[in-house]
């Protein structure tokens, strides 16, 4: 996977906002663009236009960070460390987002709307209708708050209910939402494939140990964060848990490595913090701005 260098700053900069030290220099971002052949103008390019954005700031001359309008899907993102711990025991219930009433011309909006449904585990039982079960820490209130976070603001986000009761028929037909039998697979041959890089990482050159821990790395995680969350016996939750296990593992390997290389890039030395003139602001006014679907495009996932 060739990154962009928006979607490679940005992801830089979360991974640096979860190791508690959210700033990276105008030194270390070229460095790690370079990595991927990415030419130092469109990195600065990026820059200027993230910053325009909101998706980054300057706290300092040639420093960045992570800017207001990518601070919601960061959070949404970084809840895959703490995945365990977002689900409980599954009574049978279910939640539920009747969509019928809502708008279909917007484009945008569906888009963004359809992707914080993919992010919160909802699969469509019939047109309108969405479900999951009911196996998350606080219920309808906490997913009700997770989906106004994920949408733009002015995206009618449907009505969100708990349901029960369903009649057998409709309670194999939700049970049937999902693939479970890939996403079971699909935990084994991740699991294997992180721990066979693990077992080899240190043999590894260090601009190759970072290449490839950001490729496996961002396929994993995006992998956890759009994962269902289903309840035992809908999959295999013991394979879930070898494979959120292997992906927290090799997240830790990942950044040790980065850390390594980024502390590469901060030797002494001229270095040209400025951007170019010519990176257009096309910003629209904040009440048109699809805030968190603009940075869920370029941060992983």
Known sequence: MT????????????????????????????????????????????????????LLATPRRGCYTLGPEA??????????????????????????????????SDRPALNARERAFGLLGFAEFERGLHLRPDNLVGGTQALRTRLLALLPPGTEPGTL????????????????????????????????????????????????????????????????????????????????TRFIDAVTRYDAAGQAIWQRFLSTARSPGPVDTALPAAAPSHRRPRHERPRQDSAARHLPG
């Not at 960061?74 to 809502?102: F, K, N, P």
């Not at 490839?212 to 016996?233: K, V």
């Open 3 to 54: 990154p962009t260098p928006r979607s490679l700053i940005l992801s830089l900069l979360l991974g640096a906002q979860s190791r508690g030290d959210p700033v990276l220099s105008v030194r270390e971002l070229l460095a790690a663009c370079a990595l991927f052949d990415l030419p130092a103008n469109a990195v600065r390019v990026a820059l200027a236009r993230a910053v325009t954005a909101g």
């Open 71 to 104: 601070q919601p899907l960061a959070h949404e993102i970084s809840r895959w460390r703490h995945t365990q711990a977002l689900m409980t025991d599954w009574t049978g219930d279910w939640i539920a987002i009747h969509v019928g009433a809502t708008g279909r």
């Open 161 to 240: 209910f708990a349901l029960r009761d369903l009649s057998d028929d409709d309670e194999q037909r939700a049970r049937r939402l999902w693939d479970t039998a890939t996403l079971d697979a699909t935990y084994l041959d991740t699991t294997a494939r992180l721990e066979a890089w693990l077992d080899s990482a240190d043999a590894l050159p260090l601009d190759r140990a970072a290449r490839e821990s950001f490729a496996i790395g961002h396929d994993a995680i995006r992998q956890l964060m759009f994962d269902p969350l289903l309840p035992a016996p809908l999959i295999d939750a013991q394979a879930r």
